[in-house]
């Protein structure tokens, strides 16, 4: 398998197999591939808006970094097992 090569089992591809194809089957595939993109973007919003709202509170940073780490883990697994979408 090429490393540059994704599998299966990246974000991209399991919100797009999971939840872009099964809101929008008649899409076209590359129109469902490019529909993850505002997802994906939503997603690490989150994380990129409280680092600005933190900037200045160490505490606050690493707590959010956690928070955002389960998160992450959470819509993954949940993806991953068929659960969602």
């Given at each position: 398998?090429?490393?540059?090569?994704?599998?299966?089992?990246?974000?991209?591809?399991?919100?797009?197999?999971?939840?872009?194809?099964?809101?929008?089957?008649?899409?076209?595939?590359?129109?469902?591939?490019a529909?993850?993109?505002?997802?994906?973007?939503?997603?690490a919003?989150?994380?990129?808006?409280?680092?600005?709202?933190?900037?200045?509170?160490?505490?606050?940073?690493?707590?959010?970094?956690?928070?955002?780490?389960?998160?992450?883990?959470?819509?993954?697994?949940?993806?991953?097992?068929?659960?969602?979408?």
């Amino acid at each position: 398998m090429d490393p540059g090569h994704p599998n299966r089992l990246d974000l991209h591809s399991l919100v797009k197999s999971r939840i872009v194809n099964k809101r929008f089957p008649n899409w076209p595939g590359v129109i469902q591939n490019a529909a993850v993109s505002p997802l994906i973007w939503c997603f690490a919003a989150g994380p990129a808006l409280l680092a600005l709202v933190f900037r200045n509170h160490q505490w606050a940073l690493m707590a959010s970094s956690v928070a955002c780490a389960v998160a992450y883990s959470l819509v993954y697994a949940r993806l991953v097992r068929f659960k969602w979408g």
